[in-house]
């Protein structure tokens, strides 16, 4: 890791926090050249595994991509970077309890729905609106009905 300010690439970790679901650790690094203090993350990458996508196609887990899938559909809405975090962890969790390597795109998208719904109703039916394709007003309404009930 290269010093931001100075471009070294020596430090010491001066403090390691693990995140509250232990699903990542900080730390705080401080540059043995120049003092500067910095923080980097370790994540879990998650990256033996494979998606199966609706047709069939396989491939690679990308974190990003449900990441942003759940952005749009949160944008505006009162949920937090930390809420999104957490719901990946559970997501993921869940997911390679269920299954093993290969884990099918429906399986992920319905766990994310799942972890919405109890967050942010809206942010639930914007998500299933994408996810299960919405053609019409009465789609929403459906859905909107479900979560009433
Ligand atoms: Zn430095």
């Known amino acids: 890791m290269r010093c931001p300010k100075c471009l070294c690439i020596y430090s010491k970790v001066i403090d390691s926090r693990v995140s509250k679901n232990h699903s ?11 003092n500067y203090r910095y923080s980097t993350a370790e994540v879990i990458l998650h990256e033996d595994v494979i998606v199966v996508k609706r047709d069939g196609r396989r491939e690679d887990f990308d974190r990003s991509k449900i990441v942003n899938g759940i952005r749009r559909a949160i944008e505006k809405r009162p949920v937090d ?7 990946i962890v559970d997501v993921m969790k869940l997911l390679e309890s269920q299954y093993d390597i290969e884990i099918p795109s429906r399986a992920i998208g319905e ?39």
Not at 24 to 34: F, G, K, L, V, Y
Not at 81 to 87: C, S, Y
């Open 111 to 149: 766990a994310i729905m799942e972890q919405l719904k109890q967050i942010d109703k809206v942010a639930y039916v914007r998500y299933a609106s994408i996810y299960k394709d919405f053609r019409d007003l009465s789609d929403f309404a459906n859905e909107i009905t479900k979560l009433k009930n």
């Open 81 to 87: 970077v930390e809420q999104i975090d957490l719901m």
């Open 24 to 34: 990542s650790i900080r730390r705080r690094r401080e540059c043995t050249d120049c």
